[in-house]
Every structure is written in C-alpha cells, then in structure tokens.
C-alpha cells in the first residue's frame, strides 16, 4: 500500500532510540523527509545514520530536551527553514521514571508533567496551527498501555499519560474539519531500553532475575510475546497515511491482547 506521505515532512520527537527511531525510519522507508530531535548526542548519530540508510539518505538531527520551554520549538524552526512545514509530527517524550506513590517526591511529579504533558501541549501548539492553515496534518502521540489499565510500580505513568489522550481528543476536535487527524498509539511491552530500564526497576524491588521478570510478563500476554518495534512503527505510519484521514481522536492499543478492558 502507498501510504501517500512520500515528499511529506515529519517530525519525530525522542527519536533517537526505542519507538520513536523505528518511526522515523519507516517514515523515512515511506518517502518523507525526516527530522528526529533526541537528548542523547551518541544515540542521535546513530539514530541519523539508521533513518538516512531506509531512506533517501538526508535527515536533519537536532538535540532537544523535551522537558525544556523553549527547546523544541526552536527545533522546528530549523525543520521548517530546511525541509518545510511539518506535515507529520510523532509526539513522543520517553517515559516517566518507575515508582509508587508514596516514594515519589514533588519534584518528580513536577518534572513527569513537564516531560509527559506539558512537552505534548507544547509539540501541538507549534505544529497544528500550520496544518489546520494549510488544511492537511497527521498528529501521533505515544503514550502508553497504563492510560487503560494502571501498570505496577508506574504511578507517574498512570496519573499524567491519560491527561494526553484527553488533548489529543480536544485537538481532533479543532482539526477534523481541516484534512488534520489528531491520534494516539499505546504501546504495551515491546523490546525496547525503556523495557530494560523497566525490569531493572522491578530487580531493585526484589524480583529474582530478568527472566522472572519477562515470563511474568508473558503470561499476561494472550500473543504470548513481546511486540517489536517495526509493528509500532507500522502502526503510525498508517496512521500518518493519507488513507487513515477519516481516523481522528481515537487511541489504538498495540499491546499484544494485554489489556483486559472492553474499551
């Protein structure tokens, strides 16, 4: 299937590793320009040379701290004077630390909404004014499985991601009738340095090993395996395509079946 996003400019938030790398590879894959902003200088290099390989060798790399007012947005002033307005933007901020409620201190909480939410409000106000000018946009924010059904040990996660799907719902409202669709994607267990930070935490909490730890994992999940991050990213660039724009405000689940809920 032609996706219809070839010459189309993407923007990919956290892209240097994990989810947010394979997405801009397959975007790349599929024929659009790619920007990919990151913290880690090391694993943007790496992350440059992946996404020019899969596809028309040129992508533009910026460091960018999320969490940071200000950061971002100046990246995509680069994007748009290099490539052009962003067509495509993967909201995507990395994940807040493991923890329980009760050991986790104020500033933790301060620095999640920063990272989780307020970064999201942020991407979204500098991107989607444009597309809903120029009348054609795809938005997709990651977020996570627990916005459903609460993971352990991930109470940041479970408190502030849900507050994303409630902006994403908003701003598909503000786009639908602008050719703008406005998405998120909640990833389960995939392999990923996120799912090893993950099981490190739960080795911390007395878990007897990483294996222990994946089989319980496992068990709970009907597809009996973890997902890859080539079937995420499939996922969003559907979403991106030119095929998904009657797709708007809703939030998809790749989670293998994990999730018990209906809905």
């Given at each position: 299937?032609?996706?219809?996003?070839?010459?189309?400019?993407?923007?990919?938030?956290?892209?240097?590793?994990?989810?947010?790398?394979?997405?801009?590879?397959?975007?790349?894959?599929?024929?659009?320009?790619?920007?990919?902003?990151?913290?880690?200088?090391?694993?943007?290099?790496?992350?440059?040379?992946?996404?020019?390989?899969?596809?028309?060798?040129?992508?533009?790399?910026?460091?960018?701290?999320?969490?940071?007012?200000?950061?971002?947005?100046?990246?995509?002033?680069?994007?748009?004077?290099?490539?052009?307005?962003?067509?495509?933007?993967?909201?995507?901020?990395?994940?807040?630390?493991?923890?329980?409620?009760?050991?986790?201190?104020?500033?933790?909480?301060?620095?999640?909404?920063?990272?989780?939410?307020?970064?999201?409000?942020?991407?979204?106000?500098?991107?989607?004014?444009?597309?809903?000018?120029?009348?054609?946009?795809?938005?997709?924010?990651?977020?996570?499985?627990?916005?459903?059904?609460?993971?352990?040990?991930?109470?940041?996660?479970?408190?502030?991601?849900?507050?994303?799907?409630?902006?994403?719902?908003?701003?598909?409202?503000?786009?639908?009738?602008?050719?703008?669709?406005?998405?998120?994607?909640?990833?389960?267990?995939?392999?990923?340095?996120?799912?090893?930070r993950l099981i490190a935490a739960k080795i911390e909490q007395g878990a007897p090993s990483r294996e222990a730890v994946m089989a319980g994992w496992l068990d709970e999940i009907p597809a009996g395996r973890t997902?890859?991050?080539?079937?995420?990213?499939?996922?969003?660039?559907?979403?991106?395509?030119?095929?998904?724009?009657?797709?708007?405000?809703?939030?998809?689940?790749?989670?293998?079946?994990?999730?018990?809920?209906?809905?």
């Amino acid at each position: 299937m032609d996706l219809g996003i070839e010459g189309r400019v993407a923007l990919v938030t956290a892209g240097s590793r994990g989810l947010g790398r394979a997405v801009a590879e397959t975007l790349a894959a599929e024929g659009a320009r790619v920007a990919v902003c990151a913290r880690g200088e090391a694993d943007l290099a790496a992350a440059e040379a992946s996404v020019k390989a899969a596809g028309d060798g040129h992508v533009l790399t910026g460091s960018v701290d999320m969490a940071e007012p200000g950061a971002l947005e100046g990246f995509v002033d680069e994007v748009e004077t290099a490539l052009g307005p962003v067509d495509l933007c993967l909201v995507n901020a990395g994940g807040p630390p493991a923890g329980v409620f009760l050991d986790l201190e104020l500033a933790q909480w301060e620095t999640a909404y920063r990272l989780t939410l307020e970064s999201a409000v942020r991407t979204c106000r500098r991107v989607l004014p444009g597309m809903i000018e120029r009348g054609y946009g795809r938005i997709v924010a990651v977020t996570s499985m627990a916005v459903r059904q609460p993971v352990e040990n991930l109470t940041l996660s479970n408190v502030i991601r849900p507050a994303v799907h409630a902006l994403v719902k908003d701003l598909s409202l503000a786009g639908a009738s602008c050719g703008v669709t406005v998405n998120a994607v909640e990833p389960g267990i995939h392999v990923t340095s996120a799912l090893e930070r993950l099981i490190a935490a739960k080795i911390e909490q007395g878990a007897p090993s990483r294996e222990a730890v994946m089989a319980g994992w496992l068990d709970e999940i009907p597809a009996g395996r973890t997902g890859e991050p080539s079937e995420f990213a499939a996922l969003v660039a559907f979403l991106m395509s030119a095929q998904a724009g009657y797709i708007t405000g809703q939030s998809v689940a790749p989670d293998g079946g994990m999730i018990k809920g209906t809905f």
